[in-house]
């Protein structure tokens, strides 16, 4: 059985939230108030109000405000700011490294911040491609057209791939278009639209089908 693993990056293969996220969210938050006229309390509610409703901000910003996502995506991430704040871990990498089947990445980030996420942390050679938000025309998950951009693009039958995210929004799609899920949580439960739940990348090696994969 071949399979064709698509990863999330951010809080899936290494962790953002420790200080790249706080980061991006410090600057959206001075892009909004700067070119909306927003007070910081405004401008924050209107960021977190667009990031949950469309999976990012700058699918929010770009259908109500008419921004220009090229623009904003090169002032909320510069690599210049955010590649201090990157968290280096190995074990991502190693992984990647021993887990059989092809191996893609489909992101809500911009290119350059991807793939230099993934050069950082080593794992870049694993992959055979990477998909930044350009390269989906800035359509964000958990919107399916994301998904499908890359199942076409890559010929791939969706039922022989399996989506590894942190995100249940983004899984819940994925299950619809027929891919196997995993789910990267500390949370004890399994929503329905989780066929597999583990803590972090490592457990990847311990799922139960990884032999037929071998075979």
């Not at 996220?21 to 309390?41: K, S, T, V």
């Not at 942390?121 to 989906?136: A, K, S």
């Amino acid at each position: 059985m071949h399979l064709t693993w698509i990863f999330d990056l951010d809080n899936t293969l290494h962790n953002a939230s420790h200080g790249v996220f706080p980061r991006i969210n410090q600057l959206m938050l001075g892009y909004i108030m700067r070119h909306l006229g927003l007070d910081a309390d405004s401008a924050n509610a209107l960021r977190q109000y667009y990031y949950q409703h469309y999976g990012a901000t700058l699918r929010g910003m770009a259908l109500h405000h008419h921004v220009d996502p090229a623009t904003f995506l090169e002032e909320t991430h510069p690599l210049s700011a955010l590649e201090p704040e990157l968290v280096i871990q190995s074990e991502s990498a190693r992984v990647l490294a021993r887990l059989p089947g092809r191996k893609l990445m489909l992101s809500n980030g911009p290119q350059a911040y991807i793939e230099r996420v993934a050069q950082r942390m080593g794992f870049e050679r694993h992959f055979e491609d990477m998909y930044g938000i350009e390269r989906v025309n800035y359509i964000t998950k958990p919107d399916a057209r994301a998904f499908l951009r890359v199942l076409g693009q890559e010929k791939l039958d969706p039922r022989r791939c399996v989506m590894v995210e942190d995100s249940l929004d983004n899984l819940r799609t994925a299950r619809k278009l027929g891919m196997k899920t995993v789910w990267i949580s500390s949370e004890t439960r399994r929503p329905s639209c989780v066929d597999y739940r583990i803590r972090d990348v490592s457990e990847l090696l311990r799922l139960p089908f990884l032999p037929l994969c071998r075979s």
